[in-house]
């Protein structure tokens, strides 16, 4: 092995939910005497609103001033990563982490056909039924993953997709998606008062656009307020569907059963997680759905769409949570109603939950499942 031993791992921003991540895969490979670098395409953008500590880092970093390519939804944001190559040759990294299908791991591609850098996928991205993609990106995609050394899946149904797509079963490795679950964890045994009255709440986090579905989420509140009055669904988070969200809440005379709180740092949502009774992940696609992870961990019982990629790995069904289809209305209100009305077994339900994320879906899991994949590229 050379005597450089660097690992260079290529990802988007800086976020609260990464660094530990970082951290913990840095720990790791020190204890293998490999040093790991993290390239990040930018310090941040718009539609992220997150307070970040970056002297949390315990691992080398490096930010690049990449130009962004904004498409048509605020979501869709892809950075130029310029001076990739450049970084690459400085560092001469044992391995390069591509992240997902991105125009970095694009360019690792194209590099490798002159250079001898191998490369790593770590993706997330899993199959989306209801928005097939196109023959061409479906092309790169495949291109990318005959190139690839190894791969990296975030969950079960990464790892599908990325088989899909021509990936050796055996050149995949978990590294599941986690959070710092200890944080999140002692949110339920730090309660504090945050302006809360005797109703029970239903909680939902993440963004406010069209893919999380949360209009569907307040028609379902419409249905439960017909039969109970003593609950409030707390919405945090913003986007670009608030307004339309709000006249809805008025229209339908909801004031008393909605209260919208805007976007939150994380250590303001851990309070809202530690005075709910019920989680509500009512999204139409996420790749995985950290805010699950966070809300598992925090011991609160919770109902997830089966549209989640996150779902499949973390939801046994009426041990660890429900998973539903949010557009089943009738079947997400039985199941609101048998939380808020069974305290004990809810509140077993939410303690299955803690525990299962504790021992399953842990930033250590998370960080081996990187390792394995690099030692394994490296015996290749």
Known sequence: ??????????????????????????????????????????????NRKWE?????????????????????SPENLSFMYSGLFKIISEESPLIVIGNGFSLATSKLWLRSFIKTNPYLIWSEAIENKNKPISFLRNLQRKLLVRGARGFIASGTRAKDYLISLGANPGSIEIGINAVDNDFFAKSRTN??????????????????????????????????????????????GDGEE?????????????????KFHGFKQAEDISLFYSQSDCFLFQTDFDVWGLVLVEAMAAGLPCIASIHAGATQDLVIEGETGFAVDFLDTNRVVRKINWILGNVEQSQQLGRNASLFIANNVNLKLSASG???????????
């Open 370 to 380: 990187f390792v394995r994949a690099i030692l394994r590229a490296l015996e290749n």
């Open 242 to 258: 608030r307004g339309i969200l709000e006249e809805y809440v008025r229209a339908n005379k909801l004031g008393d059963f909605v």
């Open 1 to 46: 092995m050379r005597k450089n031993r660097k690992i260079l791992l290529i990802t988007n921003i800086p976020t609260p939910y990464r660094l530990p991540l970082f951290n913990e895969l840095n720990r790791q490979l020190n204890l293998r005497r490999v040093k790991l670098t993290v390239l990040f395409g930018a310090q941040g953008y718009p």
């Open 191 to 236: 309660r504090k008062d945050i302006d809360y009255d005797i109703k029970k709440h239903l909680l939902y986090v993440g963004q406010l656009n069209p893919r999380k579905n949360v209009l569907k989420l307040l028609k379902t509140i419409t249905l439960l307020s017909k039969n109970r009055s003593d609950f409030i669904l707390d919405i945090v």
């Open 52 to 72: 970040i500590d970056i002297t949390r880092a315990e691992f080398d970093y490096r930010i690049l001033n990449s130009k962004k390519i904004q498409f048509k």
